[in-house]
């Protein structure tokens, strides 16, 4: 056999492994979307969002926007929901925290609410990054109006 054949064979094999591998991983349904909007939550561990409804049902969203989004929907049904703190990566109370709503900074999803335990924090990062600092309230009430 020629160098030609075996480099193509080569490639035609590495190809159809590489195929396997990315349909395999999509069959054992091992990449967890956002209810929301689709996309792969695991490339978002730093801004994790779980909604939890008054049935005990749990939704992976990738942020707090799409979090929100699915607080909005649920209305009576929702129960609660848990944040990524952006400094510690622990989870929450989302409804505890503090947002800075618009920052220069896009960690999931465009215009963003990015989540902090303290106030104190989510200020030191609105001082260097911009934004409006809001409760969970208000994040809420601004993104029921970006919605319409």
């Known amino acids: 056999m020629n160098s030609k054949i075996r480099k193509n064979i080569f490639r035609l094999t590495f190809c159809s492994l590489c195929l396997f591998a990315i349909v395999s991983l999509s069959w054992s349904g091992e990449v967890k979307r956002c209810i929301v909007c689709g996309m792969d939550v695991s490339k978002y561990p730093h801004t994790k969002y779980v909604v939890t409804t008054t049935e005990g049902k749990e939704f992976d969203t990738c942020g707090v926007q799409c979090g929100l989004t699915l607080h909005l929907r649920f209305k009576e049904k929702f129960k609660s929901a848990t944040a990524s703190d952006l400094l510690s990566n622990r989870s929450f109370d989302a409804q505890k925290g503090f947002y800075v709503y ?36 208000e994040a809420l009430e601004i993104w029921k109006e970006q919605m319409k």
């Open 102 to 137: 618009k920052s220069t900074v896009i960690t999931d999803m465009a215009p963003g609410f990015i989540s902090f335990v303290t106030r104190a924090n989510a200020e030191k990062f609105q001082k260097g990054f911009g934004g409006k600092v809001v409760t969970y309230q």
